[in-house]
Every structure is written in C-alpha cells, then in structure tokens.
C-alpha cells in the first residue's frame, strides 16, 4: 500500500505486504529530518532519522528515502505487521538553530489481517 | 532504557482553574521540549529549553508558561484554563541541542470541563 505522491490521511495495507508513506516537508533550510510512530494514548516514538546529506537510510524492516529537490520525504516499511498499525508522522528540524521539531500531518495506517 | 517521565498521566481541571504539568528528561539530555496535540491533530511545538534556559518558543499562549530546573525537570504551568486547552501535552529531551532524535513521553491528558 502507498500513499502516493501528495500526503494521504489514511493508509490501508495487507498484511505482508510493503507499505510507502509520502511527506511534504515545508522548510529548505531543514536538514535533519525523523519518522515517529504514534499509537493511540502514547507519545511519538522514533522509528528512523535521516541527514540532508543522505538520500536513503535503511532501518530494521524500515526505509527512508529523501528528495530534497522536490522537499519529499517517504517511508517504507517491509512486510508490514499488525503491530505496525499506529498514526506516522514525518517531523524535521535545523541544525544548530531552531531548538523545535516540526511535524507534518499524521498518517494512520491500518494493517487488514 | 530510562524514558521521559512525565506526570500526571490524567489532569482533569474546570474553566479558569490552573494545572501544573511536570516531566523529567532521559539522564544526559541538554533539551527539553513541550508539545500540545489536540484529537486528530500532529504534535503542535510550544516550548523548549537548552540546558535550563529558555530556547524556542512556539504557538504558547500567554497564560502558560514553564521552565526547567537546576535538576533539569520541567514544568508547564497553565492558567485560566479554557475548554480548548483539552489535549495531550508531551514532553519530550533529546542531546545535542535537538540535531538527536526527540525522545518523548507517554503524555499527560489535560480534560478541561
């Protein structure tokens, strides 16, 4: 399942199969961007972080891919599970300036047995 | 692992009462972060701290307010309390003045009535 292109709300993905969740990042002097995972009634929790002088980073079952020509972001992750099922965000942050870490619209995911 | 602490876990208040929100940081961490997430909404930033002194300030209101302390807890006093101010307020520390990853807490769930 993908949330292609533009960022999509909700994601509903089989069980097993790959999942890709789309971001938009707003800021260019961003460099420093992080994957969180949310499930309900509990904190943000980090999943997989990547540098502006990266493009790919690959986690456990976990990837993330950056494009900072179009200021895009993606996450992709293996043979989804139902414990993958939660709300993901795409946050970024500055380097040696601002002291905050901006989120974008949340995506929930939903794994079909 | 110690995590981030943040106590109570549930806060419920009337309109124009005052709450105090308190979280202790992973050991070793030099910034503290607040978030407000209201339903179905991302993370909003408010406030941070860097090693006790007041770093980036985001969308706080002006009847909140908090600081860190020389143990390097941090509370978030909120006062005149109103019915929108009903969310979850995370916590959040991280080193190396916010270019690590954000570790957050579990939250404390703010009901205004």
């Known amino acids: 399942g993908e949330s292609v292109g533009l960022h999509l709300p909700t994601l509903s993905v089989q069980e097993g199969d790959n999942s890709i969740i789309n971001c938009a990042y707003s800021?260019?002097?961003?460099?420093?961007f992080i994957w969180y995972k949310q499930e309900s009634g509990k904190g943000p929790q980090f999943i997989i972080d990547?540098?502006?002088?990266?493009d790919k980073r690959q986690g456990q079952r976990v990837t993330v891919l950056l494009n900072k020509t179009v200021k895009h972001l993606s996450l992709q992750i293996a043979a989804t599970q139902p414990g993958d099922s939660a709300v993901y965000f795409c946050?970024?942050?500055?380097?040696?300036?601002?002291?905050?870490?901006?989120f974008g619209a949340g995506t929930t995911v939903t794994v079909r047995a | 692992a110690a995590g981030v602490i943040q106590s109570p876990r549930h806060l419920i208040k009337e309109k124009r009462e005052t709450a105090t929100l308190k979280c202790y940081p992973i050991?070793?961490?030099?910034?503290v972060y607040w978030y407000q997430q209201g339903p179905g909404q991302d993370p909003q930033f408010l406030i941070s701290?860097?090693?006790?002194?007041?770093?980036d300030k985001g969308s706080i209101p002006d009847r909140f307010s908090a600081q860190q302390f020389s143990d390097y807890h941090s509370e978030l006093n909120m006062s005149s309390l109103e019915l929108g101010d009903s969310a979850l307020y995370f916590c959040?520390?991280?080193?190396?003045?916010?270019?690590?990853?954000?570790?957050f807490g579990n939250g404390t769930r703010l009901t205004v009535t």
């Open positions: 959040a520390s991280s080193r190396d003045r916010g270019s690590s990853p954000l570790h």
């Open positions: 800021n260019s002097a961003s460099d420093y």
């Open positions: 990547i540098r502006s002088n990266m």
């Open positions: 946050a970024e942050n500055r380097h040696g300036g601002d002291y905050k870490l901006s």
């Open positions: 050991p070793r961490h030099d910034t």
């Open positions: 701290f860097y090693e006790k002194m007041q770093s």
